[in-house]
C-alpha cells in the first residue's frame, strides 16, 4: 500500500491504496464518489471519464502510481448543485434514458467546451466519439452540447 495526497475537485485528500489501483476503483470503492461509472474497464466505453488537469481520461485505465498531483475533477465536482451549463442543458434536452453512462458523456463534453466553448457539429462528434451510450441518446447529447455552448 502507498498513500497518495490527491487533488480531487478542489481538496485535498489522503487514501492509502495499491500502486496498480486503477484511478476508477479508488474514486469509487474508497472515495465514495459513485458518479463515476464502471462499464468495460477496458478503456473502451467512456462511462468513467474523469478530468485530469482539465483533459478527459478513463479513470479505469489510470494507475495509482501515474496519478502524480494532478487535478482530478469528477461529476461531483463540476458544480455545487447540479447546475453546471452542461448539466442544465442536458435537463433541458431530457437526455439521459437509462442514465449509466451519462456522467461520462458529461464529463467528457464539460472538457470539449473548457477548450472549445463553441464547437461544429464535426468537432462535438469528434470529441464525444469515446463515450458509448447503448440507449442511443446521441442526439440528444449532440443538442445538449450545443445548447452548453450558446
Ligand atoms: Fe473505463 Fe469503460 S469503464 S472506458
Redesign the pocket.
Known amino acids: 500500500m502507498t498513500e497518495y495526497s490527491l487533488n480531487i475537485n478542489g481538496k485535498t485528500q489522503s487514501v492509502s491504496a495499491q500502486e496498480d489501483m486503477p484511478l476508477?476503483w479508488v474514486l469509487r470503492d474508497l472515495l465514495a464518489l459513485k458518479g463515476t461509472?464502471?462499464?468495460?474497464?477496458?478503456?473502451?466505453?467512456?462511462?468513467?471519464t474523469v478530468l485530469l488537469d482539465g483533459i478527459a481520461i478513463?479513470?479505469?485505465?489510470l494507475l495509482m502510481s501515474e496519478v502524480g498531483d494532478a487535478k482530478i475533477t469528477t461529476i461531483e465536482g463540476i458544480s455545487e448543485n447540479g447546475d453546471h451549463p452542461v448539466q442544465e442543458a442536458w435537463i433541458q434536452h431530457i437526455v439521459p434514458q437509462c442514465g449509466y453512462c451519462q456522467t461520462g458523456q458529461i464529463m467528457s463534453a464539460v472538457a470539449l467546451l473548457d477548450r472549445n466553448p463553441k464547437p461544429s457539429e464535426e468537432e462535438i462528434e469528434s470529441a464525444m466519439a469515446g463515450n458509448l451510450c447503448r440507449c442511443g441518446t446521441y442526439n440528444r447529447i449532440k443538442e445538449a452540447i450545443q445548447t452548453a455552448s450558446l
Open positions: 476508477l461509472k464502471f462499464g468495460c474497464g477496458q478503456g473502451l466505453c467512456g462511462a468513467c478513463r479513470s479505469c485505465g
